[in-house]
């Protein structure tokens, strides 16, 4: 049986540094910062502020996952795009480093100085720090069993008791 283009919207997300996913969808669910939002084709113009958080895009039965950061989603006719500062999959995502952002993160806030010991807004080090603790998530629900195991692996030997500091 074809599929019936006029149920598609064509998905269109953009990074700084990449046209991340290009396609036509059945549906996607996107983190905003309002909570989860979900459109298929023929939703109503919107615009949106996305969150770091999960974003699942189903193309006929099968769903993918991807990690997005900051930006903002605009649906418009059958067009949905989103432009935000970085987007990955599962698979490219780097466990020591986003355990070390989280540190980073931590640290700044407590210190309002980076580690190279420039003064930092604590802004930007809650946003750092949120955007690592989204990747964890990631990783825990839709990461290979090998980055699962790292992470947890790192999370114990960096946290006491695998417990990790409140952003504050």
Known sequence: ?????SHKINLLIITPYES??????SSVSIPTIDGEFGFMAGH??????????????????????CML??????????LALIVCNSA?????????RIVESYKAAVEELKTHHN?????????DSLAKGKRALARMRFVEKYG??????????FKNSEFPGGVLPRLQ
């Open 44 to 65: 109503s113009p919107f615009v949106a502020a996305i969150e770091p958080g999960i974003c699942t895009i189903r193309i006929n039965q099968e769903i993918k996952h």
């Open 115 to 123: 580690a190279e010991g420039q003064q930092v807004f604590p802004e």
């Open 88 to 96: 990955e999959w599962p698979e490219g995502l780097r466990i020591r």
């Open 69 to 78: 950061s900051e930006g903002y989603c605009e649906i418009s006719g059958m």
């Open 144 to 153: 290979s069993e090998q980055q699962k195991e790292r992470l947890a692996g």
């Open 1 to 5: 049986m074809a599929d019936n283009v």
């Open 20 to 25: 991340f996913f290009e396609g036509l969808v």
